[in-house]
């Protein structure tokens, strides 16, 4: 558990450099194209060197690389843990006497995970990848993005309770698609994001929204799950052979 709170604080951080330094470079993209077309001038060496001056420089590399680092960090270790059936890991628990933990107070502490950590957990997620994917685009609707995002871990948490396999390739390959189709036609306007600030605690609301679904669609998924696995453990029992006692 502790894990998963670092990770939404570190990607936050680790992901501005990265937007900041590209942001810098979407202004002069198109001047450069023009100076590299012109190949009219005597000395190349010069002209490169002035190229270079005005364009991206090798320092700008480092922010970049983090950014999407840090980002496809943040996407891996998630997907290893939300297309899991089980979130949370059930461990057994002693008390001070060296008891193991009552199962109704396991019961409780089971509801207790899946009511108020889980929905914080994919609340998380939501809005570091949704505000990640709108400042490297700010051309997409916010109401496309969060409907894509809660797409993606909806799509996610039902795979978990059928194959977390393909679960964790949803994971990690949709938003790992969706970046760098994004990174090949970016729409960076800090100004737009800067104009749209005030939207920001409305999109939180919404986004808490699709955080209910997921946790009523959570809680029929594992619902269905006992159900299902409860009738094949019966009827295993049922044809199993009688051995002699």
């Not at 690389?65 to 089980?86: H, N």
């Not at 939501?126 to 700010?138: D, G, S, W």
Request: glycine share 6%; aromatic share 14%.
């Amino acid at each position: 558990m502790n894990k998963i709170p670092i990770l939404f604080i570190l990607s936050f951080f680790i992901t501005s450099g990265f937007l900041v330094v590209y942001g810098q470079q979407n202004g002069t993209e198109d001047k450069l194209s023009k100076d590299l077309n012109n190949t009219s001038q005597p000395n190349l060496f010069e002209q490169a060197i002035s190229n270079y001056e005005k364009g991206v420089k090798f320092k700008d590399v480092i922010p970049v690389a983090i950014g999407i680092l840090g980002f496809s960090y943040f996407i891996w270790k998630t997907s290893q843990i939300l297309s899991k059936r089980e979130v949370f890991l059930n461990k057994n628990r002693y008390s001070a006497e060296g008891k193991k933990t009552s199962l109704r107070r396991k019961r409780i502490v089971y509801i207790v995970k899946y009511v108020v950590f889980f929905p914080i957990v994919v609340y998380g997620w939501i809005v570091v990848c949704f505000f990640f994917m709108y400042a490297l685009n700010t051309s997409l609707g916010f109401g496309t993005l969060g409907l894509i995002m809660a797409g993606i871990i909806t799509a996610t948490r039902i795979a978990a309770h059928w194959n977390e396999k393909l679960a964790e390739d949803i994971m990690k390959f949709l938003p790992f698609n969706l970046l760098f189709t994004l990174l090949f036609n970016p729409v960076l306007d800090f100004q737009t994001i800067a104009n749209a600030a005030e939207q920001f605690p409305l999109i939180m609301v919404q986004l808490a929204i699709f955080i209910v679904f997921v946790s009523l669609l959570e809680g029929i998924l594992k619902l269905i799950y006992f159900v299902v696995n409860k009738s094949h453990r019966t009827s295993n029992d049922l044809n199993s052979p009688i051995t002699k006692t």
